[in-house]
Each structure stands twice: as C-alpha cells, then as structure tokens.
C-alpha cells in the first residue's frame, strides 16, 4: 500500500459543485502539502500544514480550502469549481527535519466541465 | 517572485550517452536544491539533493551547484531508457522558508 493516498485518483464534475480531494497519510511525518501541476509547468504549492493546528496558505490558495483532520490526514476542497482549476493535485508530505525531501501521493486529476 | 528556470525540451540522448540537465534560479538567497525525477503519468520522486558549492555524486547521478552563478545541473551517466521521465528542479530559499519552488521540469528521452 502506498504510504500517501489520495482519494479519489480521477474525478470529473461540473462548475459550481464543491469538491473534497482527500489525503491520508502512514508516514508519520507532521507536514503535509497540497500541489497543483498544469501540463508543461510546474508544481505549485496550494496549502502547507505543519501539524494538526497550522495551516499556511501557498502560492495559489485562492478558490481553495483545506482542513486539518488528524495528523495523518489533510484534505483539500473546492467550494466551487471552475474549468480553470482542471489539474493534476498532488498531496505531499515531509518531516520536520527539512523541507526538500517530499514524499507524494499518487495524484488526483481533476476535470471541471 | 522567485523563479526556477528549465529548458523543457525534450532533450534525446542516445543510450550510454551523459545526460545533462540544467536550471537557474534567481533567488541569490537560496539554500538547498533538489532534483525529482517524474515518470508520465506517476508522481515525483526525489533523486538528488544538494546543499554546498561543487559536485554530490549517487551512482550514475551528479549534482553540481554554482551558487555565485545561481545554477544547478544533474548529469545523468550512462543513460538508460528507463532514465527517461521529466525532471524537476526544485529550490529552497532557505531563511525559514518551508517552500520549494519548482521549476517546469526538462524532459529528458534516451533512446536505445
């Protein structure tokens, strides 16, 4: 099994509804992330958390929420959805030793119609 | 804005060939850097890191810095097809900073 999970891999869905992109973790590491990759750029960081009571806005929070369940799980939603936020989302985590070495999840694409 | 500058290629080089792969970043500041390697479709994994002017060689992978010239290559040895994927250049400005900015990755193709 995969030591970050994301839920759901694939999902299509129609401007205005809210989106919830789940992300758990086994790790056991205090920081998590949530990325967003456009083809031909790069990633782009959304939301950072260092621990269930921190949450940190990133490059491009706008349009974008997230919540903080337990350690091991960091969830990111869309309160409504738009075409331009069609991508790939990536949630990532790291120990508190540094922040280069990032452990990512499988990916969830996303598709706004 | 920071930025993390990478020729997206794609870059072909032939099988056994040296792969070199290079990025700039403008941030003068910066403290740590890293290389991902991004097979299609899949997620990035990280392959390299480097912290201190010169070469870091892992096997058949060098990372070299250059920080008065504020750029970081990878030289990939003896490249196989599997060392095709995209690469991804990432930089830590350090100063408390917890955020990697990313370059847009160099797509490298090695070709038997």
């Known amino acids: 099994d995969a030591d970050v999970t994301q839920t759901p891999r694939n999902r299509i869905t129609k401007t205005g509804k809210r989106i919830m992109l789940e992300c758990s973790q086994t790790k056991g590491h205090d920081r998590m992330y949530w990325y967003r990759q456009d083809p031909g750029l790069g990633l782009q960081l959304i939301y950072y958390?260092?621990?269930?009571?921190?949450?940190n806005k990133g490059e491009i929070s706008d349009g974008y929420s997230v919540s903080r369940q337990a350690q091991a799980k960091f969830s990111l939603s869309l309160e409504s959805a738009i075409p331009n936020q069609t991508a790939l989302y990536f949630c990532?985590?790291?120990?508190?030793?540094?922040?280069?070495?990032?452990?990512f999840g499988e990916g969830s694409r996303l598709t706004v119609l | 804005q920071k930025e993390v500058e990478q020729n997206s290629g794609p870059l072909s080089v032939p099988e056994g060939a040296i792969a070199s792969l290079n990025c700039t970043y403008s941030d003068r500041g910066s403290q740590s850097f890293f290389w991902y390697r991004q097979y299609s479709g899949k997620s990035p994994e990280l392959i390299m890191f480097?912290?201190?002017?010169g070469d870091k060689e892992d096997g058949r992978f060098t990372a070299q810095l250059n920080k008065a010239s504020q750029y970081v290559s990878l030289l990939i040895r003896d490249s196989q097809p599997s060392d095709s994927a995209t690469y991804l250049c990432?930089?830590?400005?350090?100063?408390?900073?917890?955020?990697?900015?990313f370059g847009k990755g160099t797509k490298l193709s090695v070709i038997p």
């Open positions: 990432a930089v830590n400005p350090g100063a408390g900073s917890y955020q990697l900015t």
């Open positions: 958390s260092f621990d269930v009571k921190d949450i």
């Open positions: 990532a985590t790291s120990d508190s030793t540094g922040a280069g070495e990032l452990f």
């Open positions: 480097i912290y201190s002017n």
